[in-house]
């Protein structure tokens, strides 16, 4: 079957301006993962969704970034402000179920620019 | 604060060669250790895992040895190939919980 799809793959900004990036879950899995990897680190927690509930906004960097979930389905990753520190690929990951060892499955990732 | 180290930063190696790489953690909370395996342009995918329980575990030519009283785990790769020039990253996580926190990754060069 499918596996998780991430959208855009690219995205160049000027610094000041909006951001949404699309996360598309395996089908059936109900835990969804945000992550940011930096040039040359390693990645980064960011926030996760049990259902359409986000019990761990711990990673989150700052009030400009929030996150939500339409019920166990799509997920939209919101950056407001963008700041050139902000440039990093965003990968979404998603499992059939948040505890126990999972499998955390990856998408491709969005490259985002800010200028 | 950084909760994995993962050494070295890059390794090359021949064809055929052992590939090792390792990491250290810090949260004895930590139940569950994966490593992913990532290309240029594709999201990590997982390669192999481990849980304390066990000191060894082996798949295909991938094994993990994990020292519980070091708190140390490392991924050997055995007769490396040109196939597996890739980033390794280690990562760990309390089962129960959801996020896994990464190591900063090793660019792993086969040459053939």
């Known amino acids: 079957g499918a596996g998780v799809s991430q959208s855009p793959s690219n995205k160049v900004t000027e610094k000041g301006k909006d951001v949404e990036l699309r996360c598309d879950p395996i089908?059936?899995?109900?835990?969804l993962y945000w992550y940011r990897q930096r040039l040359g680190q390693g990645l980064e927690f960011l926030i996760y969704?049990?259902?359409?509930?986000?019990?761990?906004k711990s990673g989150l960097p700052s009030d400009r970034f929030s996150a939500e979930r339409t019920g166990e389905s799509v997920s939209t990753l919101t950056i407001q402000r963008t700041q050139q520190e902000d440039s990093a690929v965003y990968l979404c990951?998603?499992?059939?179920?948040?505890?126990?060892?999972?499998?955390?499955?990856f998408g491709p990732g969005t490259r985002l620019t800010v200028l | 604060q950084q909760q994995v180290k993962q050494s070295p930063q890059s390794l090359i190696v021949q064809k055929g060669g052992i590939s090792i790489i390792n990491c250290a953690y810090e949260?004895?909370?930590?139940?569950?250790f994966p490593w992913y395996q990532q290309f240029p342009g594709k999201g990590p995918a997982l390669l192999i895992a481990?849980?304390?329980?066990?000191s060894e575990k082996k798949e295909g030519r991938f094994t993990i040895s994990f020292n519980k009283s070091a708190k140390q785990f490392s991924l050997h790769i055995m007769d490396s190939q040109p196939g597996d020039s890739a980033t390794y990253f280690c990562?760990?996580?309390?089962?129960?919980?959801?996020?896994?926190?990464f190591g900063q990754g090793t660019i792993l060069t086969v040459h053939p």
């Open positions: 990951a998603s499992s059939l179920a948040r505890g126990g060892t999972d499998t955390q499955y």
């Open positions: 089908s059936g899995h109900t835990a």
């Open positions: 969704f049990q259902g359409n509930s986000a019990p761990d």
């Open positions: 949260n004895t909370a930590f139940d569950y």
């Open positions: 481990i849980r304390p329980d066990v």
């Open positions: 990562a760990a996580k309390i089962a129960s919980y959801g996020k896994l926190t």
